[in-house]
């Protein structure tokens, strides 16, 4: 079973310290929201599945981390200027401001169970409202100093095309990937994480000849498609993809699929997204552009210094790679992460037990150290050092806890995820009631999902624990 509202994962993640509404305490900042002592291991996580697997585990990739403040003239040049806008309107009525296409996100201002259009409210005509944010930049107040904050990680990795290409002398194909902060002026920002103005995301910039375009775009979404099911533990029946309409496009692109999900309450909706983004923004960052021999059409750019170009050997001429684009939402996977694991499951007793169901290594914690006697110093003794033995191995969450009982401790850990727990008993001491000492340096490790424990050796724990994550 998924969550079934997301209401459920709402107070799930204010309760346990995965997600907590930005600003809180200002009565909330809208659109913003802080990841908490498990959302922010979650997080990481996501994020390092998705860079073993695109980074590390392939022989076509770079890594970069870019500046979210860039010169003005690449949000110019890269069309965001004057495209990255979406249709607004206005209620005569209530005054509210509203997205055209996504009113049924909506709540109007005077009627809290209706959405906009289904009150009296008159609407004023669609415009475009351009979603960049701009920030001052500078000492001086100058209205031409300022800056935007960048709304997608990609231009980053278009401007440094040739620094990565002469620094590490790639051979076409070869991407970039890049993990960062976006920032979007959303009309309504809504749904939670669904949302949001300030975003994480996690991006790449795949580089072909032209003419192998078609072939990679499709092999991109497939080893994407399996990744969020094998990897992420997204379910197949809760995903699909959709190719956008042809006159639905954004600029750049040439054609564009999407993974959707369907999360609990709001439907299927997008993950992430494919495009095709031919030869526009190497094209549109370049200097000589009708030199080029580019396909898409661009902007005369008066102002770069630079011919984004890659020579082709055998055919002794440069051209202009085309591109594909793999971009995913970090929030996004991780609501869809949270959806997917959480379970209600009632067990033999009548009682309710909420379980999430995290693949291991996602799990913000791996490893639950619970000592069975909190008031016995030479058990908790032994459950923290049994606690660090298992940090010390640098690369898992291990914590100690002893501030319930032990039923109670596991219902804690189920609830946030923890695939193993581990209980420091007499017997690990070797100081078992009835006087035996068979079990001495054992501890019992138990099966969040199934629940059942086993007695292993305290030397064996450590592997028993790194081969299931
Ligand atoms: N460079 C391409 C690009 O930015 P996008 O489809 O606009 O493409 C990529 O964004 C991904 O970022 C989306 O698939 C979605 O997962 C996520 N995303 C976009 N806008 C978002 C928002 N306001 N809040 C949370 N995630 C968002």
Redesign the pocket.
Known sequence: MAAQSLEQIVSLCKRRGFIFPGSEIYGGFQ?TYDYGPLGVELKNNLRRLWWKHNVYERDDMEGVETAILMSRWVWKYSGHEAEFSDPMVDCKTCKGRFREDKMADAVCLKHSKLHPGECEGEFTEPRPFNMMFKTAVGPVPDPESFAYLR????QGMFVNFKNVLDSTNRKLPFGIAQQGK?F?N?IT?RNF?????E?D?M?IEYFVMPGEDETAHDEWITDHLNWWIDEVGLSRDRLKLYEHPKEKL?HYSKRTV?ILYEFPTLGFD????F?NRTDFDLGSHSRDQDKLGLTAKVMKNDHSTERLTYFDQPNNRHIVPYVI?P???V???CLAALCEAYDEEVLENGETRIVLRFKPALAPIKVAVLPLARNKPEIVAAAKAIKNMLQASGDLRAVYDDSASIGRLYRRQDEVGTPFCVTVDYDTLGQSRDGGTELKDTVTIRDRDSMKQERIPISELLAYVKARI
């Open positions: 659109g709304p997608e990680t990609a976006g979007r959303e920002p994480i669904f949302r949001v103005r975003l995301m991006e954004s999407d997008e993950l992430e997204g495009a684009e971009a995913a939402g929030d996004r996977g």
